[in-house]
């Protein structure tokens, strides 16, 4: 059915432009959107709109249409809503109206001028003096009443998805306004926004693994940026001490509900701040986000409500292992590792990352209002400042919100010969087979080794939040192309 569809709009392509009309014309001016004259003329009354003779010109997708015979009603869509027309023949003439009814089909779009009435029905309506063609749509637009439900066709024809369903259009509004809230909130506090290399030599800031690219005139292996953290703080050392970046980000990992092989980061960092203040940063800031875009602190995801009342919920996660499962846990290795080898942990002997990992496990999905948890062992967080009362953990918090981590951010590590020796204990995990390490970026030690203020910094999943502000159960909901198998 839709190849017959293709073929008869093919004929009517070229029926037009034999006929002299460019079905892809240009130079059409729209001098007002749907929205503004239901907004401005949709109260009036028919009398009203009578003694109205300005003519007003709109563009847009032609989405119904209903002939009438001598007149025909339609619909055009324009980025701010829809709004209806009419064309008659007595008032358009006859060639001009056979025009319309032989060659204009649904998904074509057309640029429209005339004046306002009002229907029977009390439909806001522009009574066409003048049209013209502006695009031909060779195929049919997803079925009138049911719209593009098919999650494979969705994301892999986002552009239909947009077209025939109103509601996913309004998730990435949202999302580009999130990202334009971040972005006054930050700058109010005298953050700059930069931006900084995709390709890196060396993969940093984060433990993941890369994409592998090859530069062919300077002859050497880059990688996709893991993450923007040693330029960023490369940037702190050079004086910018308030400074953040939105930008995307690419992990050669896997694909879910939660993970994209592209995404997109927040990453700030704050010199003369600890990982404390950025806690209540985080909070300020997501919260005015919830006020904007909800109205409200308390909001549905699912049919869960999420409560991000202040001040949050804070966990340390060697604390609240030991009231689960013991004080002993902790102490004993044997039974440490015990645990988490029946729980089917892959912690590859590493005492931290066994913590962490049995944190994780014991507790994520509990955490659905915001939770802080903090005490992070050192040899997870390479990049982060040891604690000062126990040097065995950092100062470093990640946030949960409905068992997902939003948010990882800690006090800086600006002790060069620390950092070196972290470094170099890293490459030793990656030659016994740890993929997800750092390497070892001399370059950046050299700038530590220059001196960079005591300095707090955080990295924000956009994404993430954008679900969670979206009731969005899925990443690829939030993302316009999500990756997919072929």
């Known amino acids: 059915m839709e190849n017959e569809q293709f073929e008869q709009r093919?004929?009517?392509?070229?029926?037009?432009?034999?006929?002299?009309?460019?079905?892809?014309?240009?130079?059409?001016?729209?001098?007002?959107?749907?929205?503004?004259?239901?907004?401005?003329?949709?109260?009036?009354?028919?009398?009203?709109?009578?003694?109205?003779?300005?003519?007003?010109?709109?563009?847009?997708?032609?989405?119904a249409i209903r002939d009438f015979g001598k007149s025909l009603f339609f619909h055009i869509a324009d980025r701010s809503g829809r709004i209806q027309g009419y064309i008659k023949r007595d008032v358009v003439g006859e060639d001009e109206h056979k025009a319309f009814k032989k060659f204009v089909d649904l998904g074509d779009f057309v640029g429209i001028k005339g004046n306002l009435f009002k229907t029977r029905t009390g439909e806001l309506t522009l009574n066409v003096s003048e049209y013209k063609f502006l695009t031909k749509s060779l195929h049919p637009l997803p079925e009138k009443w049911h719209g593009l439900k098919d999650v494979e066709v969705r994301y892999r024809q986002r552009y239909l998805d947009l077209v025939s369903n109103p509601e996913i259009k309004d998730i990435f509004l949202t999302r580009s306004k999130i990202i334009k809230l971040i972005r006054g909130f930050l700058e109010e506090r005298d953050f700059v926004e930069v931006e900084t290399p995709i390709l890196h030599p060396i993969a940093g800031g984060a433990a993941a693994k890369p994409f592998e690219t090859y530069h062919n005139t300077l002859d050497m292996n880059l990688v996709l940026r893991i993450a923007p953290e040693l330029y960023l703080k490369r940037l702190v050392v050079g004086g910018i001490e308030r400074v953040f970046e939105i930008g995307r980000t690419f992990r050669n990992e896997g694909v879910s509900t939660q993970h994209n092989p592209e995404f997109t980061m927040m990453e700030l960092y704050q010199a003369y701040a600890t990982y404390e203040d950025l806690m209540e940063m985080t909070e300020e800031l997501i919260c005015h986000i919830a006020m904007e875009i909800k109205g409200s602190l308390k909001f549905e995801y699912g049919d869960i409500e999420i409560d991000l009342t202040r001040p949050w919920k804070r966990m340390e996660i060697s604390e609240s292992i030991k009231e689960e499962l013991g004080d002993e846990i902790l102490s004993n290795d044997k039974m440490l590792f015990d645990k988490t080898d029946s729980l089917g942990i892959d912690h590859k002997g590493i005492r931290g990352k066994v913590i962490t990992e049995l944190f994780e496990t014991i507790f994520e999905e509990k955490l659905i209002n915001p939770t802080f948890v903090y005490g992070f062992p050192l040899d997870v967080s390479p990049l982060a400042r040891k604690n000062d009362e126990n040097p065995e953990l950092t100062d470093r918090f990640e946030l949960y919100i409905f068992g997902r981590e939003i948010a990882n951010a800690f006090s800086e590590l600006n002790d060069p010969v620390d950092q070196k020796e972290r470094f170099e204990k890293q490459v030793e995990l990656k030659n016994k087979g740890e993929e997800e390490t750092h390497e070892m970026d001399q370059d950046y030690v050299t700038a530590l080794e220059h001196g960079m203020p005591p300095t707090a910094g955080e990295g924000i999943g956009i994404d993430r939040l954008v679900m969670l502000f979206t009731n969005s159960p899925s990443i690829r909901e939030v993302i316009f192309f999500p990756h997919l198998r072929p």
Do not use: C, W
Request: aromatic share 8%; charged share 30%.
């Open 10 to 63: 093919k004929d009517k392509l070229k029926q037009l432009k034999d006929s002299g009309i460019n079905p892809f014309a240009n130079g059409f001016k729209p001098t007002h959107l749907a929205s503004d004259l239901i907004s401005n003329y949709g109260e009036l009354s028919e009398d009203e709109l009578k003694e109205n003779s300005e003519e007003f010109s709109l563009a847009g997708r032609v989405m």
